[in-house]
């Protein structure tokens, strides 16, 4: 237990010491929850914006989160052989595995927490949401992004992969269906949305404020989450 | 090869086998592959706890594959390789837990502070040693609040030397340790390396810093195109060469001798 906690610490430590990681993960979510909650930029028919945009946003930050600020911070321990290193100590890959999902556990549960507090403040209206059902597809889709995370991290260098994260992050931000819902998309442009993971969880994540569910969609994004952690595990090289 | 190294190789051996030491690391006949690239062709020895085995050679010689090999980093292509007795690869969890290494470069959070790192690299053993004593050995203390990439060349060394030590080993892989290190930084290493041996721990060290190697050297692997050039004591060699010659003129030596007999 004490490596595995001083491994979280040091994960938490290196994360939060960041600046660019805390505005991902924080600044930018919080920023975009606001910015478009007070303006008329984004077509959300008769719905109130922000029960709109709340669950996108929170998709998006665990995007962030599991995907790209995970992604990168690896992609980047690999090239600096960090991971090459601790591999000769007593830690071991399942230590090292849950100390780095802990950490992204506890980044989200702080982003659940913040960004409920400014919906709530921008007049969100919370008496519809199965929490319950939120915090399952918070976990599954932390499980599909990480995987394409580092999935992405275990093979490409860390310039490239830097690269690719936020490429992808960008994908997924616009055609994803976190601000603009993949219907409202041009016809071909929704049909590939609605099979991206990010749209998917997106809009689970918006039933589930709804306290609705798409069962075919909860299927979908288990599909994908399997697929991509069973490709990261098979693909993942621990050093250049 | 010549005959005079192949006697070399085979007193080394004898003497092997007649020396007190605890053997630390066996390697049998090892092999390491990458693609079309044969990186160690078959070589075998032994290294011993209480000495400080100096592994030498130029670049892509095998130093570091075979370091790896033995640290558990790298999976051998064929031989075998035992280290305190176990294997470094199916039993990684207790070898790790007996060994330091210090990798050529650094391995360290760029952002991760001094005392930090070591801190949680002295966490990670049972047998640890106590942070503030480890920077002092190493002379941070007084960087012990720096960032890792704000350190110099010769701080990052003697961090990355510190957090090899972080668990008391019985065998430390030391892969230049001493490389972009000032006069002051060396002389530490140097007595550390020393009294590292001396409390019984078996020091496998890779350098290019052949007047480095000859002041700590106990016994000598001579590494070239993946091959053992020599395998002896430090004192063999220098009795089978003439106590004048350097390390430096010892290897260039065999490894010309090595050269010529390639080519006839």
Same mark, same amino acid.
């Given at each position: 237990?004490?490596? @595995?906690?001083?491994?979280?610490?040091?994960? =938490?430590?290196?994360?939060?010491?960041?600046?660019?990681?805390?505005?991902?993960?924080?600044?930018?979510?919080?920023?975009?929850?606001?910015?478009?909650?007070?303006?008329?930029?984004?077509?959300?028919?008769?719905?109130?914006?922000?029960?709109?945009?709340?669950?996108?946003?929170?998709? =998006?930050?665990?995007? %962030?989160?599991?995907?790209?600020?995970?992604?990168?911070?690896?992609?980047?321990?690999?090239? @600096?052989?960090?991971?090459?290193?601790?591999?000769?100590?007593?830690?071991?890959?399942?230590?090292?595995?849950?100390?780095?999902?802990?950490?992204?556990?506890?980044?989200?549960?702080?982003?659940?927490?913040?960004?409920?507090?400014?919906?709530?403040?921008?007049?969100?209206?919370?008496?519809?949401?199965?929490?319950?059902?939120?915090?399952?597809?918070?976990?599954?889709?932390?499980?599909?992004?990480?995987?394409?995370?580092?999935?992405?991290?275990?093979?490409?260098?860390?310039?490239?992969?830097?690269?690719?994260?936020?490429?992808? @992050?960008?994908?997924?931000?616009?055609?994803?269906?976190?601000?603009?819902?993949?219907?409202?998309?041009?016809?071909?442009? %929704?049909?590939?949305?609605?099979?991206?993971?990010?749209?998917?969880?997106?809009?689970?994540?918006?039933?589930?404020?709804?306290?609705?569910?798409?069962?075919?969609?909860?299927?979908?994004?288990?599909?994908?989450?399997?697929?991509?952690?069973?490709?990261?595990?098979?693909?993942?090289?621990?050093?250049? | 090869?010549?005959?005079?190294?192949?006697?070399?190789?085979?007193?080394?051996?004898?003497?092997?086998?007649?020396?007190?030491?605890?053997?630390?690391?066996?390697?049998?006949?090892?092999?390491?592959?990458?693609?079309?690239?044969?990186?160690?062709?078959?070589?075998?020895?032994?290294?011993?706890?209480?000495?400080?085995?100096?592994?030498?050679?130029?670049?892509?010689?095998?130093?570091?594959?075979?370091?790896?090999?033995?640290?558990?980093?790298?999976?051998?292509?064929?031989?075998?390789?035992?280290?305190?007795?176990?294997?470094?690869?199916?039993?990684?969890?207790?070898?790790?837990?007996?060994?330091?290494?210090?990798?050529?470069?650094?391995?360290?959070?760029?952002?991760?502070?001094?005392?930090?790192?070591?801190?949680?690299?002295?966490?990670?053993?049972?047998?640890?040693?106590?942070?503030?004593?480890?920077?002092?050995?190493?002379?941070?203390?007084?960087?012990?609040?720096?960032?890792?990439?704000?350190?110099?060349?010769?701080?990052?060394?003697?961090?990355?030397?510190?957090?090899?030590?972080?668990?008391?080993?019985?065998?430390?892989?030391?892969?230049?340790?001493?490389?972009?290190?000032?006069?002051?930084?060396?002389?530490?290493?140097?007595?550390?390396?020393?009294?590292?041996?001396?409390?019984?721990?078996?020091?496998?060290?890779?350098?290019?810093?052949?007047?480095?190697?000859?002041?700590?050297?106990?016994?000598?692997?001579?590494?070239?195109?993946?091959?053992?050039?020599?395998?002896?004591?430090?004192?063999?060699?220098?009795?089978?060469?003439?106590?004048?010659?350097?390390?430096?003129?010892?290897?260039?030596?065999?490894?010309?001798?090595?050269?010529?007999?390639?080519?006839?």
């Amino acid at each position: 237990m004490r490596i @595995y906690i001083s491994q979280l610490r040091q994960e =938490l430590t290196v994360m939060i010491r960041n600046g660019e990681q805390l505005l991902l993960l924080v600044v930018i979510p919080v920023a975009l929850l606001v910015f478009f909650s007070q303006t008329d930029f984004l077509p959300t028919g008769n719905e109130n914006k922000i029960d709109f945009l709340l669950p996108g946003i929170l998709s =998006l930050a665990v995007i %962030s989160t599991a995907m790209v600020s995970l992604g990168i911070a690896t992609g980047f321990e690999r090239s @600096y052989g960090v991971l090459r290193r601790l591999g000769t100590t007593p830690l071991g890959t399942r230590r090292l595995v849950a100390a780095k999902i802990s950490a992204i556990c506890i980044i989200e549960i702080a982003q659940l927490v913040i960004l409920t507090v400014v919906g709530l403040l921008l007049g969100w209206n919370p008496s519809r949401i199965n929490l319950l059902q939120v915090l399952v597809f918070i976990i599954l889709g932390t499980a599909c992004f990480a995987g394409i995370g580092l999935t992405l991290a275990g093979r490409l260098r860390a310039e490239m992969n830097l690269a690719a994260q936020n490429g992808l @992050y960008l994908v997924f931000l616009l055609l994803g269906g976190i601000f603009v819902a993949s219907d409202e998309l041009p016809s071909t442009l %929704s049909k590939v949305s609605s099979f991206s993971p990010s749209s998917l969880f997106s809009g689970l994540l918006r039933d589930s404020f709804n306290n609705t569910v798409v069962l075919a969609d909860a299927v979908a994004l288990s599909c994908w989450a399997i697929a991509t952690c069973t490709i990261a595990v098979v693909s993942f090289r621990w050093s250049d | 090869m010549s005959a005079k190294s192949c006697e070399l190789r085979t007193v080394m051996v004898m003497n092997i086998s007649t020396k007190s030491h605890e053997v630390a690391i066996s390697v049998r006949n090892l092999v390491v592959d990458y693609k079309n690239l044969r990186a160690v062709d078959n070589i075998s020895f032994e290294a011993k706890a209480g000495e400080v085995t100096v592994v030498i050679g130029p670049n892509g010689a095998g130093k570091t594959s075979t370091m790896e090999v033995c640290s558990g980093v790298r999976a051998a292509t064929s031989g075998v390789v035992s280290v305190l007795g176990l294997d470094p690869k199916k039993d990684r969890g207790k070898v790790n837990s007996q060994i330091g290494v210090m990798l050529q470069d650094g391995g360290v959070y760029p952002s991760a502070r001094v005392h930090e790192i070591t801190r949680h690299y002295c966490n990670l053993y049972d047998n640890r040693t106590n942070a503030d004593e480890l920077l002092e050995s190493v002379d941070l203390t007084r960087q012990k609040k720096t960032n890792w990439r704000k350190l110099s060349g010769g701080e990052k060394q003697r961090l990355s030397l510190a957090l090899a030590l972080a668990a008391k080993p019985r065998i430390a892989f030391l892969d230049e340790p001493t490389s972009g290190v000032d006069i002051f930084g060396r002389d530490l290493i140097r007595n550390i390396v020393r009294q590292l041996a001396a409390d019984g721990c078996a020091v496998i060290m890779a350098t290019h810093e052949l007047d480095e190697a000859q002041r700590v050297a106990d016994h000598v692997l001579m590494f070239q195109s993946g091959q053992l050039l020599a395998n002896a004591p430090m004192t063999e060699l220098q009795n089978e060469t003439g106590q004048r010659q350097t390390l430096e003129d010892i290897f260039r030596n065999l490894a010309e001798k090595s050269k010529s007999q390639g080519t006839q």
